[in-house]
């Protein structure tokens, strides 16, 4: 199966890929917490002809778990991301029981993406760890608008005017320069595909 994951970053504006994403050309569209609806359930309208409209699959992170379940109908699939320090499987077994088309990325994952480069202390991204999950789930993957936090970018995400809070690089959780590593690896190693 042919998946692309598109990101939030502004990237995603600066090619009118709205009608290829919204095509046949893939089995599967992925997109992640805020960059389909936002949390009231707003859909992101305006962008149509830079990133299509198209969501199959809705992969975010875990304080959207609440979510998740009011919206599992909405998707064919939700993938959960939930850091390996706050992983609880109680949690997990219990919403994958109620909810069969959410499911838990398992911990372990984090350890894969570690062991390509090191996260530690801080954690990969939902984008990252969505990556990695895909990667394993379908034969073919595609990116688009992954930025990696770029300081070039004023805003965080294409749908919304916040200032980009990695632009100093000084978080605690994520690590822009990390996960421009973990990509350019997937990417030189032939696991994802840039969208062109």
Request: aromatic share 12%; hydrophobic share 30%.
């Amino acid at each position: 199966m042919k998946a692309l994951l598109i990101g939030n970053g502004p990237s995603a504006l600066e090619h009118e890929m709205g009608k290829r994403i919204d095509s046949n050309e893939f089995d599967v569209v992925c997109r992640f917490n805020r960059g389909h609806k936002q949390d009231d359930g707003t859909l992101n309208v305006g962008f149509e002809k830079y990133t299509g409209t198209r969501c199959d699959c809705w992969i975010v992170s875990d304080l959207r778990i609440q979510l998740a379940i009011n919206r599992h109908k909405e998707y064919k699939n939700i993938f959960i991301v939930t850091p390996k320090f706050k992983w609880d499987s109680s949690i997990s077994k219990e919403v994958e029981l109620k909810r069969p088309n959410i499911q838990f990325i398992p911990p372990e994952y984090e350890d894969d993406i570690n062991r390509i480069v090191n996260f530690l202390p801080k954690w990969p991204s939902t984008g990252v760890v969505g990556i990695h999950a895909a990667i394993n789930l379908f034969s073919e993957v595609y990116v688009y608008g992954f930025d990696t936090y770029d300081p070039k970018y004023d805003n965080q995400h294409y749908f919304e005017n916040k200032p980009n809070k990695y632009k100093n690089n000084t978080s605690k959780d994520h690590s822009p320069d990390k996960e421009k590593q973990y990509i350019n690896y997937m990417i030189k190693n032939k696991k994802i595909k840039l969208l062109k």
